[in-house]
């Protein structure tokens, strides 16, 4: 299970905190670290020395250009926001988070992918509404911005507690949800069809990307929640290409 | 209850730790710091800089010789361990630490304290068997010393769930649904915007309702599992109107 939750870090600035969040997936047994576009050169000293032995995440750490590659074949995108938005969003605790891991990873081709943003500023709206929900940790309100290293400490130590609880005995196990008819639709599949669903909305005079207002994060927000499966975006898909069609 | 917690560092060697330690309580809420026999000069740019802010807690710092005065005034001193000891002692995961919390100190002058030993040796036997109980926290047997302020933000945090947990404020609460912007539809809208959708489906040809298969049920499905809200129904009853005047 631990193997398939990447830890996705966009531009990061420092290296020592890429070395320190290495350090802390290892320890937890986290292994697949994805960093998109760093602002800094991750494969240094400072880093090796943060990391503390856990260099083979460093050197195996896979490079993107945007948030998009990096999670493209995830199941399920989740993003660290100490924020509160304007749009409210699918709220999990690092808690709830992890309670829904096992089940969430019981399919074998699934994917988590857990994104954290840039040391001063977290994520964008843009990279926040990309993800199916986000995750907060309780912190002070006070003082609630956790130290990059610090935060993934925390989430990989609810993901191993979740897959500790989960582990072998599987005598003891409940019934799960396991028996869905079609495994859910991959990152790139939902960008496909939101970029589709945007074009169709501007064809039909619906929606005018020069004054949007919030449609499309609301529309987003709305189908990222239901967390659609490989068929039901292929109907989305025809639906949206059926109508084209017919306004020709 | 969390300012009754302190957290005690002992001979830590590097100042950035210190400083990394403090930002992660202040981050959790908890204040009260000692640090016996440190081995550093902790008051430097170093701890400032990885303080980030939280500063105040290292200038309050309160500095002791050894480990006996640090927790004089306790009533529960818990020491942090990774590893197994000849001696059995009584143990506890982090969860557990954080769930007796709330008793420990429901009176008012029973303080906790959480000691960590030095970034290369852990605790002494000595010191370890000055400990009520020892916590360790579940880690990768293959890789399982955590830093020191990784370490120390994990116990603040389970610290601050209990803390939460015993709170009566609704602020402090788990994510619930009833901060969402708009009401959930009701059953009436939700049947509404069904019959329109499928209305809409046969007049853009993609959906034939005397070879029905599985389309409405399929849609159905996807869209009740996203719980509408209000607004979000009247958005997808608008896009359905706004094709229907297209296709006419």
């Not at 320890?27 to 998109?36: C, H």
């Not at 993800?131 to 309780?138: D, E, K, R, T």
């Not at 006070?142 to 191993?160: G, P």
């Amino acid at each position: 299970m631990l193997e398939r939750i990447r830890i996705v870090l966009i531009q990061t600035s420092h290296p020592g905190n890429i070395g320190a969040v290495a350090r802390a997936m290892k320890n937890m047994g986290l292994e697949d670290l994805a960093l998109v576009a760093p602002r800094c050169e991750f494969r240094c000293a400072d880093a090796i020395s943060r990391a503390s032995g856990a260099d083979t995440l460093l050197a195996g750490a896979k490079l993107f250009e945007n948030l998009e590659d990096a999670v493209a074949n995830c199941s399920l995108v989740v993003g660290a926001s100490a924020r509160s938005r304007t749009l409210p969003w699918p709220m999990q605790s690092p808690r709830q988070f992890g309670a829904a891991l096992p089940e969430e990873l019981a399919m074998p081709d699934n994917r988590v992918a857990l994104v954290f943003g840039r040391e001063d500023s977290g994520l964008t709206n843009a990279e926040l509404q990309r993800c199916h929900a986000h995750v907060q940790i309780p912190a002070n309100p006070d003082f609630s911005s956790l130290n990059l290293a610090a935060a993934v400490q925390v989430l990989a130590y609810e993901c191993r507690l979740a897959w500790l609880e989960n582990e072998p005995t599987p005598i003891n196990k409940e019934p799960q949800d396991d028996d869905w008819d079609h495994p859910p639709a991959s990152h790139a599949d939902l960008e496909r069809f939101f970029a589709h669903l945007e074009r169709t909305l501007i064809v039909v005079g619906f929606h005018d990307p020069t004054t949007p207002r919030q449609l499309m994060a609301r529309l987003r927000r709305l189908y990222l929640r239901a967390r659609p499966d490989q068929l039901e975006i292929n109907i989305l898909r025809g639906i949206l290409g059926a109508i084209e069609k017919k306004t020709r």
